[in-house]
């Protein structure tokens, strides 16, 4: 009965996954990632964790080639409105969505944790990624790798990673549509690609858009849910920390287990900048999956019941994120470092 229930939930993720009465496209092509590329252009190297110093260059103000995104989503819907940080499984079945979030100012360059990546491919695991516009343009092939894997869905993280709390509409506006469109121009490469190796066809299963934002910072004025709903994105954020406290990353990785709930939303980072996090997956998630949890994507853990949401984002407690209002230069969107010697 267990495995059956286990089943149903992720058949009724990966294949429904629908939002605010919407069905979403199924989310990426095992035929299209390995069609495209090899087992060890899919493993990465070392060269991918590289992290530039944040005052060794000029700001990156530049935006991306498409401001204006093709495609337009209608308005969240009521019951999808907030700040969600976690969501209510009507018969507590053990789910979760695991998260990581790809973050780049425009002060320097972050990387990617193949390891992080490697590890969850091995194990068959779900997760969301939300990635920064910014961060996509860098990493266009590691880009293209996810968006085809049908483990693993894009969500929206602002252009530069902004301080939307202190961001007008327009500024706003500006974070979210650039990073939509680059994810569109990256889509159409992937697109190009696929069509020279005679895959056109796997890309219907590839989404046209991103579909759930996380706040950098954690950060939101009343008004920045406002924008963002009339944007068509639901806000997302976390209720546990899988990065968080102190000790060795058994530690924080066993301190995390502890905390999952169904239907939690896990925080973690892919970007190379957290220095524990690839090896906190690996005994993160197999704990998890020892002790019979599943893996969804938020898009799919969306679907399997009632969001749980606030008005103000925060960490662990309301108010523990407003230092971040001060000392990150550009409204969040510079390294609090640069232009230092």
Known sequence: MKFSKTVCIWLFAMSVMVMGGTALAEQGSSALLHGLWSEAELAGTPADHLVTRPYSKPADLSPPDRVQPLVQPGFTPQRLRGVIRRVKIADGEKVLALTFDLCERASNRTGYRTEIVNHLRRRGVAATFFAGGKWMRSHPMQTMQLMADPLFEFGNHSWTHANLALMDEEETREQVLWTQGQYETLREKLALLAASRGLEGQMSHVPESMAVFR?????????????????????????????????????????????????????????????????????????????????????????????????????????????????????GTLHPVYGRK
Not at 227 to 245: H, I, N, S
Not at 253 to 266: D, F, H, N, T, Y
């Open 215 to 331: 706040l950098p910072y954690g950060r939101n004025s009343a008004a920045t849910l406002d924008y963002l709903a009339r944007m068509g994105l639901p806000v997302v954020q976390w209720d546990v920390l899988g990065e968080g406290g102190a000790g060795s990353a058994r530690d924080v990785a066993l301190r995390a287990v502890k905390e999952v709930r169904p239907g939690s939303i896990v925080l973690m980072h892919a970007n190379a900048v957290p220095k524990l996090t690839h090896e906190i997956v690996p005994i993160f998630v197999d704990e998890l999956q020892r002790q019979g949890w599943s893996f969804v994507t938020v898009s799919g853990l969306l679907a399997l019941g009632e969001a749980e949401a606030v008005q103000d984002g925060y960490f662990e407690k309301p108010g523990d994120n407003t230092q971040f209002d001060t000392g990150y230069p550009g409204k």
